[in-house]
């Protein structure tokens, strides 16, 4: 151990590096100078530097940009916190997710066997491995009894593999020697010598490949970048010019920098970011209610813009169990409900036929119920068998009842398991009549053995001899059973004659001491992993909302293909270039490749493909299945996609489907069946591994991109209004109609709620009816939305706020015409005589008053505006009353929240001077609502001549 | 082309609406007195000359140039007292608010320049700069309506004792009742808003350092004069520094 010991500090621990986290103060600092942060950090350094430069000359109000400063930072520092804490917060989610339970191994070290913590580990340790158990590391086998590996999570064989200490291929994924590291053994028992540990590990190996994939932005990432981008652009533009414009008008060049700074203020949407991340987490939130986990908020988006989801078979479009699908008996297929939660069986269980049937299925198998599940739902119930003897059993409970107690009648006296040679299983029974002392032989196993072993059939519940025709009757549904991807099973039965076998009879299974051939057939079963029930229409919805779906699959092409039919994968019209070429009856060369839409690619063709073949053969069909497809084989996939400029879903739940997740615009784990490593890959986890999740979570995702379009619209609007005053005060010189200080009420304080609440509207039209978004072309922020907010309602807007403002000021004695040009003046500390147009003088504080009563109703018009421009927002192109003005309560509250805020700060808060509030007429408040009143209407003919005319001039100018 | 057109009326019936509703709310106002004078219900004070930099007087008393223009504002701010200026005036009752709410026509009563003694620039056309006696108009501003109670008049005191000795022309620096209400520019074009001289007499100890004088006006209790954050509200101050 001295020896392991050194090789452990050589080599490091045995567990696998964790993927490089961004050290935490880095996401800090990386939220302080993001998006607008840096405009307002400088901002802040001007209001400083010009405190500074006032200070020095001894400028009364120089505390004012002092405080304005560290209210700037404050905001910056605030909502950095706060998108800071949200992110951690969803991530936190996942981290509890990939937490592991510290493994232990039984290992033999200095002569003794011990219990040690597996990441102890190091090469050339002997370790003991049971059923069961994890393999601790990648281990070379010594010693094996019975022992099969789950090789599932890392190379996608769902079969148990067994292991043995042979060497049996040169690739250690092949050899049957090697066990790997997180697989597990599923039977048996096995001694091997850890040749591998951590990293370097197979899985390891694996694990670092998927790090190496580089994460890309995700779409809302570039949009809001963008967004960030342009309103930045406006703002350092307006800015700059103005300050150019106040410096040339002989502004003091100290003033024009304070002109700056309002200007930036009232550009950036300050609460606009954190609003966003709000919104993207409630729709989390919501996602994951419907068992879509997001690791990455951001991730909510990109599922709405996806264009093609990759998606696994198993498990995800099906139920991940075999269910008994069809029967044929009396030369009649019928058909089993494969749903998930099935009480009855509904078809034909009056032939006696099907009693003989059923009791072969009933009797005829080895799996069992685990005690103590009498309570739950059949369906739900666990079982120990393998996966076909568990869908019969199931099968056989559903229409029979207790299956036990029934095999407890028919006591079993002798049994042949199934093994790979005979391929059948046989048992012999007591019957449940106690006047039949005859034994019942019954037989199940592959349906050509079977019926090779046969004589009869039974008709109606009567032996029939098996002729020709019969025979071929037989094969025929056999084929078409076949042909539907499913597993066929036959199943016979025979009377063992009293005489010869009396009861007390001693059968030998090894002898066969009693017949095996000149059987009755009696029926044939076949079964399936049935796709989820959901499925079907989750795949419509994805066809109409213009997503391909393609399915990748380990499994054998005719399954795939069956599955893929039945859920609508491949729709019922379309044909594969085989299908038409057996139509038509000629080889599969000459079909003309444009006319199937539909393809099945095997992963042996793709193997020998290159990418402009995969290319062609992406482009050229809709409806695309890969079959017997390796994991890795799913990141070329995935790429391929990529190439056709699509967002690409891909759902995985292997070790090595890690890479392809990380690859993919947004991953998508399995909750149930996936692997921690895809689970640490994915931007999403599935908890319920169903397809039809997925779909909802498209719907949301989509959702949230107009409805952030909707909150963007609403907040960029005011920013008008707060920015026209500057420029007017500046251009005109009148008193300053709304403060900065004041700004930041609006824009972090009444505006904040309503525009969250836009998260919550409910979708206009069906979206699931829309082409997913063409990346490059619908932007979050257009130019549609950029000038309808800012140029029409923005303006409109300002207007109203200006009549409030002269209405203000005139009805105190200031006409409009004497307020231009006045600025110097009113601004003067020396004076303190102000001629009004009444001829009343003002001392410089009651003018100041004023002004602040001016920021008031300035800030109330915004207000009262902003809710006419929150209600204009729920629709971009309906009418609202088609919309329901009610329907969405949040509304309600934001608009509330809007004024109750409004009230609270200029009559709770209108005494304290700091803030720049003073109480206001009641009256005031009115006077912006026509205005309120005409954005409404504007709005609504907008939305009338958009629905009126499509494609018009109108229509691509106003709609955003 | 279509988008100018489509913003040229867009902006164009915003305008014609801006102008519209502006003319609406001018429609409901009186051109005689402002619809809400609660911001302004107490006067401030105010005084003449004003010095360009913060309220402080610099002169040399024997440097006629450094108070010439301390000498032209008066003069020129006096320009309206002049009796020719005050024909029209009529003589009111002295202590008595002089109600004329009644009248269409509101009259002004006349301030007499006399009233200012030695202030009224008749006999010192230097006002008392050139010998260390300089004279500051206090004035309060006009406010429409204000009826000041009791007996307003100003008091100025410097801050410290012994540097000046201080005059007040019309005695005791009394604002006369019958000056108030004022009704407005319109209805009352020729109004002259009381005066109050203050002649600072600096004494030999005073003429080395700043002189601080505050002036408030006293004796009416609906005239504020201690706002905390109105420097100005009924009160006023300023600096002298008189050399030789």
């Not at chain 1, 079977?450 to 029939?464: A, D, F, P, V, Y």
Request: glycine content about 6%; overall charge neutral; aromatic content about 10%.
């Amino acid at each position: 151990s001295a020896r392991a010991a050194e090789i452990l500090a050589r080599d490091g621990p045995n567990a696998l590096t964790p993927p490089k986290a961004t050290p935490e103060i880095v996401k800090f600092l990386k939220q302080m100078i993001g998006g607008f942060s840096i405009l307002l950090w400088i901002g802040a350094a001007f209001s400083w530097i010009s405190f500074g430069i006032q200070l020095a000359q001894g400028v009364d109000s120089a505390f004012d940009n002092l405080y304005l400063g560290v209210v700037l930072a404050l905001v910056v520092i605030l909502t950095g916190i706060f998108a800071y804490y949200q992110e951690a917060k969803s991530t936190n989610i996942m981290a509890s997710f990939s937490k592991m339970i510290p493994q232990q191994a039984l290992v033999l070290r200095d002569a003794e066997k011990k219990e040690l913590p597996a990441d102890q580990l190091v090469v050339g340790d002997i370790v003991e491995i049971k059923g069961g158990d994890r393999i601790p590391a990648d281990i070379r086998l010594i010693f094996t009894q019975g022992c099969k590996v789950d090789n599932s999570s890392l190379t996608g064989e769902s079969e148990p593999q067994s292991r043995s200490c042979e060497f049996t291929h040169e690739n250690p994924l092949e050899t049957r020697n090697i066990a790997f590291y997180s697989t597990t053994c599923v039977e048996g028992t096995a001694t091997g010598i850890v040749i591998n540990t951590g990293d370097r590990t197979i899985i390891g190996r694996i694990a670092s490949l998927a790090s190496g994939v580089g994460n890309e932005k995700t779409p809302i990432a570039i949009e809001i970048e963008h967004f960030v981008y342009l309103v930045a652009g406006v703002a350092i533009s307006i800015g700059v010019l103005f300050f150019i414009i106040s410096v040339s008008m002989r502004y003091k060049i100290l003033d024009s920098i304070i002109f700056l700074i309002g200007i930036i203020v009232a550009n950036v949407p300050e609460g606009l970011l954190a609003t966003v991340t709000v919104s993207l987490s409630l729709t989390a939130k919501r996602m994951a209610k419907k068992n879509c986990l997001v690791k990455n908020l951001e991730a909510v988006e990109t599922l709405g813009s996806t264009s093609i989801i990759c998606s696994d078979k198993t498990g995800t479009l099906t139920q991940n169990r075999m269910t008994v699908a069809h029967l044929w008996f009396d030369n009649q297929i019928y058909s089993a409900d494969t749903s998930e939660d099935q009480t009855t069986q509904p078809f034909d269980q009056s032939s006696p036929s099907w009693t003989a049937l059923s009791k072969i299925v009933t009797l005829c198998n080895r799996a069992e119920f685990r005690p103590g599940q009498e309570n739950l739902p059949i369906m739900k119930r666990v079982v120990v068998g393998d996966a076909s003897e568990t869908a019969l059993l199931k099968f056989s409970e559903v229409i029979l009842g207790d299956v036990m107690s029934i095999r407890a009648q028919n006591r079993k006296v002798a049994e042949i398991p199934f093994n790979s040679t005979n391929k059948f299983q046989l048992s012999i029974h007591e019957t449940d009549d106690p006047h039949d002392k005859r034994f019942l032989l019954v037989m199940k196993g592959a349906p050509e053995r079977i019926l090779e072993r046969c004589s009869t059939i039974m008709i109606n519940g009567k032996e029939e001899p098996l002729d020709s025709e019969k025979a071929e009757a037989f094969q025929t549904a056999y084929m078409e059973l076949g042909g539907m991807g499913e597993r066929v099973l036959g199943f016979c039965h025979l009377y063992l004659p009293e005489n010869e076998f009396p009861e007390g009879f001693q059968f030998d299974t090894d002898s066969m001491n009693f017949p095996t051939s000149n059987l009755c057939f009696v029926g044939l079963l076949s079964m399936i992993d049935p796709p989820r029930s959901t499925v079907p229409d989750a795949v419509s919805k994805c066809r109409s909302a213009g997503i391909k779906v393609i399915m990748v699959t380990g499994d054998h092409p005719i399954t795939a293909k069956a599955i893929a039919k039945s859920v609508g994968i491949i729709s019922a019209t379309s044909e594969t270039v085989e299908d038409i070429a057996k139509r038509l009856n000629i080889p599969v060369e000459q079909v003309n490749r444009r006319e199937a839409t539909a393809a099945v690619v095997n992963g042996m063709e793709l193997k020998d493909m290159s990418s402009e073949q995969l290319d062609e053969i992406l482009r050229n069909h809709t409806e695309i299945v890969f079959a017997r497809t390796s994991p890795q084989q799913k990141l070329i996939i995935v790429e391929g996609c990529q190439r056709q400029g699509a967002v690409v879903a891909v759902t995985g739940d292997g070790v090595n489907d890690s890479p392809a997740l990380k690859k993919a615009d947004i991953g998508i784990a399995m909750g149930i069946a996936g692997s921690d490593a895809a689970k640490n890959a994915a931007d999403m986890v599935l908890l319920d591994d169903n397809f039809a999740s997925i779909v909802t979570g498209v719907e949301e995702g989509r959702l949230i991109f107009d409805n952030l379009k909707k909150t963007i619209a609403y907040t960029l609007t005011k920013n008008i209004a707060e920015l026209c005053p500057f420029l007017i005060y500046i251009i005109a010189s009148i008193p300053m109609p709304i403060g900065t200080i004041t700004i930041l009420f609006i824009d972090l304080g009444t505006d904040i709620i309503p525009s969250v609440a836009l998260a919550y509207e409910k979708a206009e039209s069906d979206i699931m009816n829309r082409r997913p978004r063409n990346k490059r072309k619908d932007r979050l922020v257009n130019q549609q939305l950029a000038v309808y907010s800012y140029l029409q309602i923005g303006i409109m807007q300002s207007v109203g706020a200006f009549v409030t403002y002269f209405t203000v000021y005139t009805e105190q004695g200031f006409l409009p015409s004497t307020l231009l040009g006045v600025r110097v003046d009113w601004e003067s500390n020396a004076i303190n005589d102000f001629e009004d147009s009444y001829g009343q003088q003002w001392t410089k504080y009651q003018r100041t008053y004023l002004q602040w009563t001016g920021y008031t109703a300035f800030f109330v018009s915004i207000t009262i505006q902003q809710v006419a421009d929150l209600i204009i927002r729920k629709t971009r192109r309906n009418s609202i009353f088609r919309q329901g003005l009610f329907r969405n309560k949040v509304i309600w509250v934001g608009i509330f929240s809007q004024i109750g805020i409004a009230l609270i700060l200029t009559y709770g808060l209108g005494h304290v001077t700091a803030l720049n509030f003073t109480p206001l007429r009641f009256q005031y408040w009115f006077v912006a609502v026509p205005f309120a009143i005409l954005i409404w209407v504007y709005d609504e003919i907008r939305k009338l001549l958009i629905r009126r005319y499509p494609g018009s001039w109108w229509d691509k100018n106003m709609y955003y | 082309g279509l988008i100018l057109l489509f913003y040229l009326v867009f902006y164009g019936f915003l305008a014609a609406l801006f102008t519209f509703t502006m003319w609406v709310m001018l429609q409901t106002l009186s051109s005689d007195i402002p619809k809400y004078r609660d911001r302004i219900s107490s006067p401030g004070l105010m005084i003449s000359p004003k010095p360009d930099t913060a309220l402080e007087f610099y002169f040399n008393r024997s440097d006629s140039q450094s108070y010439s223009e301390y000498v032209t504002t008066l003069q020129n701010f006096l320009e309206s007292y002049n009796d020719s200026k005050q024909s029209q005036n009529i003589e009111c009752t002295s202590g008595k608010i002089f109600d004329q709410s009644e009248a269409a026509v509101k009259k002004a009563c006349r301030f007499n320049l006399s009233e200012l003694g030695q202030c009224s620039g008749k006999e010192d056309a230097n006002f008392g700069y050139s010998k260390g006696t300089p004279c500051v108009l206090v004035k309060m501003n006009r406010v429409i309506g204000l009826k000041p109670e009791g007996e307003p008049h100003i008091q100025c005191t410097p801050k410290e004792e012994g540097m000046v000795n201080i005059n007040y022309f019309p005695p005791n620096g009394a604002m006369d009742l019958k000056y108030f209400p004022y009704y407005g520019k319109s209805l009352h074009a020729h109004y002259l808003q009381p005066l109050v001289a203050v002649q600072l007499a600096i004494t030999p100890n005073g003429t080395k350092e700043e002189i601080a004088i505050e002036c408030k006006i006293l004796g009416s209790p609906n005239l504020k004069n201690q706002d905390e954050r109105d420097k100005f509200l009924g009160r006023i101050a300023f600096k002298v520094l008189m050399s030789e």
